[in-house]
């Protein structure tokens, strides 16, 4: 093969047979590395944020430490995105994803098998759910087993590390996924169509995190430790007993098992995925056709070469012409504020659902996968659509990204609405809600083991241990209220319709489902204006720029800043067997203020962004429209020789007698049509 040849043959090293030829298409290739995308997905932004509460609850950790998980996936991408994009853009980026693949299944297996397996035999908080009965938990007992202590983070809080590790490994492996593939559409594809196949390919990116909401959600329905129920303790359980056991804050689901479907997936769609080729066999002949529209740039026909020249001085120019190209920086920074906006959201909207209105992990799991993927597929198969249909210039898809950005910006306030919540009594403030010569000594009740109840509705009781009562939900076995004045006990939670209105719960859904369609909405068409205004020869290293930006300035201090907020309103946390802090079990209603903030500023800049990034693209394509004017004149037969003036034709004139009359003297010369040519 010559040097500036390239394969377009589907196959793996020199096994390329003619029967595997029929997947080599960029549809097939959409098809494998969509899958792909709803793999990392499904774990990454699904799995892994619905898990959060279980794995702080299982290893005892704090909600800060816990949001370093997914923060670690983003430090480890920014590491590598860079260099491989740039790597990526000029060798076969097919592979450099295939092996990204095969690096996020381990990272897959590590997360899911290790820290499960290793800590399997530890103790955990279900073990003091089995030692006493679920409903027994927390009561007062004379032999003292009511005061179980909370086991979970036995030693167990440094297992977190291997969730960073496992993180880390799926950063390394995502970066060529989401750096090289929209770069390798676009080499492969008309104009028009890219806005389909690269809507199509993040629409399994967002199905991807749906469905693991939906599966984890499902997972984290049964027991950590014993899936399959086979232990007694859940084999006399009834329905609706098993049931009020998962709300217990002690339950613990079977967060791991996705992660362990998830490593399978990726590693058997790598291999696809690692058959194609450098480029498909016509797509030399398409790129002939296309125009660059990069912003400051004469338009002119895009070059069919393969680019495969590497030094660092091109790297160089590369850097300084996107740092320099006003459109695609503010793209990307708009980029940047969504991946905060939507980073709040997939991580924290669930946590957000528990605390305001009193939901279960489970059930919050679920109504965040309902919302996220009916409203992801819609918005990116409307935003793909539209702009190929349309067949709209850079301009017009940036008026399109900035209203939907403006959307997104005005259906945010509605999260603002708060509920009431009901009074926490802590194991420090019980003195006050019961009689002063109650003595509860003889329980031995534990200040770490949280086992909330009501009481009259409108207070939370840390355990009712701490009342002397020795029946869940029955206030007359409690030796420590007053019956006259307290009259009713609840085992559970204060209900949130006591101070949260049902149709709020209604306006916040919608206002979450409006913002989801919106955001995702303007995907296609962001990348695809992305894509227009930069040179094909940098394109990859853009994309790989934009991911490093929008993780920098997006994601990584949306999951720092936001879990900050929640813990500094945490009014009740969880204390080990050696005293220290654990993860939190109660947050004050407050948070939401703070919570809604932090999405207000994230999509008032993103918008703000898009805006100056539609300014400096307009006034770019009217300047090459009086520039494309001034061409056309200068074009003209008239204009095109410097020789057509008063002077040079004066001076053709008699240069063309001369010749004539030499002519007619027998002379050789004779006019050749071509010199009269203009």
């Not at 967002?206 to 129920?229: E, M, N, V």
């Not at 957000?352 to 409203?375: C, D, H, K, Q, R």
């Not at 210039?393 to 919540?421: D, E, R, Y």
């Not at 204390?575 to 703070?594: A, E, F, I, P």
Request: with cysteine; glycine share 8%.
């Amino acid at each position: 093969m010559a040097e500036t040849e390239v394969e377009t043959r589907y196959g793996w090293l020199g096994l390329r047979p003619k029967a595997l030829q029929v997947v080599n298409n960029t549809w097939c290739f959409l098809f494998f590395i969509s899958c792909a995308g709803f793999m990392q997905g499904l774990v990454v932004n699904g799995l892994t944020n619905i898990s959060l509460t279980s794995i702080e609850t299982r290893f005892g950790v704090s909600t800060t430490a816990v949001s370093v998980i997914p923060i670690s996936y983003d430090i480890a991408s920014i590491l590598v995105v860079i260099p491989i994009s740039y790597y990526g853009g000029r060798t076969s980026q097919t592979r450099t994803v295939g092996v990204g693949m095969l690096v996020m299944a381990l990272g897959m297996f590590v997360m899911g098998f290790v820290p499960h397996f290793a800590t399997a035999s530890r103790g955990s908080p279900m073990d003091d759910l089995k030692a006493v009965g679920g409903a027994s938990l927390g009561l007062c007992r004379e032999s003292g087993d009511g005061g179980v202590q909370n086991s979970s983070a036995e030693n167990l809080r440094g297992w977190v590390a291997v969730f960073y590790l496992g993180m880390v490994l799926l950063g390394f492996g995502a970066a060529p996924l989401w750096a090289n593939t929209f770069d390798y559409l676009d080499k492969n594809l008309k104009h028009e169509n890219y806005p389909l196949f690269s809507a199509v390919f993040t629409l399994s990116g967002i199905i991807g995190p749906g469905f693991g909401y939906l599966i984890g959600g499902y997972f984290l329905t049964l027991p950590f430790d014993d899936i399959d129920k086979s232990d007694e303790f859940y084999a006399d359980m009834s329905d609706s007993e098993y049931k009020k056991l998962q709300q217990d804050p002690s339950f613990i689901g079977a967060w791991w098992i996705g992660f362990l479907i998830g490593c399978a997936g990726m590693f058997i769609f790598s291999f696809p995925v690692l058959g194609f080729p450098y480029e498909f066999p016509k797509s030399a002949s398409l790129r002939q056709h296309r125009t660059v529209e990069a912003y400051g740039q004469v338009s002119a026909a895009e070059d069919v070469k393969p680019i495969r020249n590497m030094s660092l001085q091109d790297f160089k120019m590369g850097m300084k012409y996107f740092f320099t190209n006003p459109v695609l920086l503010s793209i990307t920074f708009s980029g940047a504020m969504q991946g905060f906006y939507l980073s709040i959201i997939a991580s924290f909207g669930q946590k957000y659902l528990e605390t305001v209105f009193n939901m279960t992990a489970s059930n919050a799991s679920f109504t965040m996968g309902a919302i996220l993927l009916p409203s992801s597929i819609l918005a990116l198969i409307a935003g793909g659509l539209i702009p190929k249909v349309c067949q709209f210039s850079i301009v017009q898809l940036l008026v399109l990204c900035a209203s939907a950005a403006l959307v997104s910006f005005l259906a945010t306030f509605p999260i603002l609405i708060g509920c009431g919540q009901a009074d926490l009594i802590k194991p420090d403030d019980v003195i006050s809600y019961r009689s002063l010569t109650c003595d509860v000594t003889s329980c031995n009740c534990s200040p770490t083991l949280y086992k909330p109840s009501c009481l009259d509705k409108t207070t939370n009781l840390f355990s009712p241990c701490y009342y002397g009562c020795t029946e869940a939900g029955n206030i007359s076995s409690c030796s420590c209220f007053d019956q006259s004045v307290n009259s009713i006990l609840v085992d559970d939670l204060c209900e949130t319709g006591q101070f949260c209105d049902s149709w709020k719960l209604v306006v916040v859904l919608t206002a979450y489902t409006l913002i989801c369609f919106t955001v995702f909405f303007n995907v296609p068409a962001a990348e695809s204006s992305l894509n227009r205004s930069c040179l094909p020869q940098y394109r990859s290293l853009a994309f790989g720029l934009r991911s490093c930006i929008t993780r920098v300035f997006g994601g990584i201090p949306a999951l720092v800043i936001a879990g900050a907020v929640f813990d500094s309103k945490c009014q009740l946390w969880q204390t080990t067997r050696t005293g220290d802090r654990g993860s939190c079990l109660s947050y004050d209603q407050s948070v939401s203020t703070g919570y809604t903030v932090l999405i207000l500023i994230s999509s008032g800049m993103m918008t703000l962004l898009f805006c100056i990034a539609l300014y400096f693209a307009y006034s770019d394509s009217q300047s090459k429209v009086g520039d494309d004017k001034k061409e056309g004149q200068r074009k003209s037969p008239l204009f095109d020789n410097p020789a057509i003036t008063p002077e040079g034709v004066s001076q053709m004139s008699n240069q063309h007698a001369e010749k004539r009359a030499d002519h007619e003297n027998g002379g050789t010369a004779n006019p050749s049509y071509e010199e009269y040519q203009f």
